[in-house]
Every structure is written in C-alpha cells, then in structure tokens.
C-alpha cells in the first residue's frame, strides 16, 4: 500500500495511493495512516494533489558507514556497530522542493538511501523481532551533506543539519520487500549511485532495535539506513533523483540559498 501526505483544494492529509499513471487517484484518510485506516470516501485524482513529505517526524536517525564500499571510499573502516547521528526535523522536505545549497559550504553531495518510517506502537528497548513489527513501511531519502563541514567539523550535525537537506517520499510504501532493493541516485539523468540493500552491514530491524536501545522511537519517526558507494557533488541547477526499487523516485531540484 503506498501512502502519501497530500496537498488537496481544501487542505492536507494522508491518503492511500490508488493505480498507476493517468487513472490515479488518492483517496483521503481520516486522521493518521498508523492504526486501522478510516477513510472519509474523499477522493481525488492525483494529478490534482500535490505530494508532500510523506510524513513529519519527531526526529530522524541515520546510520552512516553502513555499506563497506561507501565507508572505503571515505577513507573510513567499517564499525563493529551501528554509527548513529541525527538529523532536525526541520531538515525535511518533500519530492520537488528544493535542496538549498548553504553559503558556508562548497562541497554539498548526495546520499542515496532506503528510509524506515515506524508505526504504531514505536519502539524502546525491544529486541530485533520487536523492531521489525514495528516498521510501518519504507520511503526513500536523501541524506544530503556538507561533506567540507563534515570534515572539518568531525562531528556530523552541522555538515547534516541544515534546512532542506533531509528530502523524503514520495511516500511510504508499507508492503516493500529490501532484502535486495536496488538503490539508484541520479544526478541531471547520469547515474551516480547504484547499489543494493542486501550489501547493508546491519539490517533495518537490527538498526531500528539498536536505536531503540539509545532513544525511544515514536511513530512517525524516521531511520535513514546508510547509503552505497557513488557520493558526489551537487550544484546549483542539478535534478537529484533517488530511487529504491518497488518504492518509487525521489526528485527534487537543488538551489543557491539566497
């Protein structure tokens, strides 16, 4: 089931994604998607909405160095254990809004990854089997990052944190198989990043447990999982697009900050 978070003529709110192309529509949910959908019988034809960032977390928790060829290529070892950094929710944006590029840095770069969204009852504390259930769906993400700030910082915040370098959607789909999801990032149409997430080191319910461990995580939140090999410059006027397959396709347009 893909579920999105729309703007419509009279609003916002979450709906179920029906059929493909021309024919879709998005029929509109009562409340939050997390518990048993109720629908309102609103309905729309999608091309009448607008997608939003499928959903606003609390926080979102991201895991880096989580493929071997990614840490190689930075120069970085692979951990004995999940590396976890967070970035703001103010960091998020939706498909087609724009990742500004800050002043402070000259080398933005993208990172192609699978996102977890956790439902309903969130997760604190629970073992590996807990934490799968409690994976509401996937979405795809883009862990945009000042990696001249990283650097020169060591620590992660600044060079993750600032607005609009956390883009996410276009939604969430709850029934995705990613044992072996190809992960694509696309930069002006040339393909940068092209990886799989059976080659993570730690699985999302290892991921999702592990962090449970450190912080609660409430529904609605989100973990980002790592990204493959293939990081690259972003510049001013360039289309990044991700992609995990049987999910959908992220794009969104990148610009100066003014």
């Known amino acids: ?34 518990a048993q959908l109720k629908m309102t019988g609103q309905r729309w034809a999608l091309e009448d909405v607008r997608l939003l960032a499928p959903i606003l977390p609390s926080k979102v928790v991201c895991v880096g160095r989580n493929y071997a060829d990614h840490a190689a290529e930075l120069g970085n070892e692979v951990p004995a254990e999940p590396l976890i950094f967070i970035k ?14 800050p002043a402070v840095s000259e080398q933005v770069e993208h990172e192609a990854e699978l996102a977890v969204v956790i439902g309903l009852p969130g997760a604190r504390g629970v073992d590996k089997e807990a934490a799968a259930a409690s994976i509401f769906g ?39 198989d990613v044992a072996d ?45 790592g990204t493959p090999a293939g990081v690259g410059p972003l510049e001013g006027g360039d289309t990044v697009s991700v992609s995990v397959a049987g999910i959908g396709t992220l794009s969104n347009q990148v610009v100066p900050s003014e």
């Not at 696309?186 to 991921?207: I, N, Y």
């Open 181 to 225: 999801a190809e992960i694509r990032c696309e930069v002006g149409g040339e393909v940068r990043q092209l990886g799989s997430t059976k080659d993570m080191v730690f699985d999302p319910a290892t991921l999702v447990s592990y962090i449970s461990q450190v912080m609660t995580l409430l529904p609605g939140d989100v973990v980002l999982t």
């Open 138 to 176: 996937y979405t795809c993400a883009n862990d945009v990052t000042a990696r001249d700030l990283q650097c020169k910082d060591v620590q992660f915040t600044r060079a993750k944190g600032f607005d609009s370098f956390c883009p996410l959607g276009p939604w969430i789909e709850t029934d995705a």
């Open 1 to 34: 089931m893909r579920i999105a978070r729309i703007a419509h003529p009279t609003g916002m709110s979450f709906a179920v994604l029906e059929g493909e192309g021309p024919g879709a529509t998005a029929a509109e949910i009562d409340g939050h998607p997390f």
């Open 88 to 101: 703001p929710s103010t960091s998020v944006i939706g498909p087609g809004e724009a990742v500004r590029l």
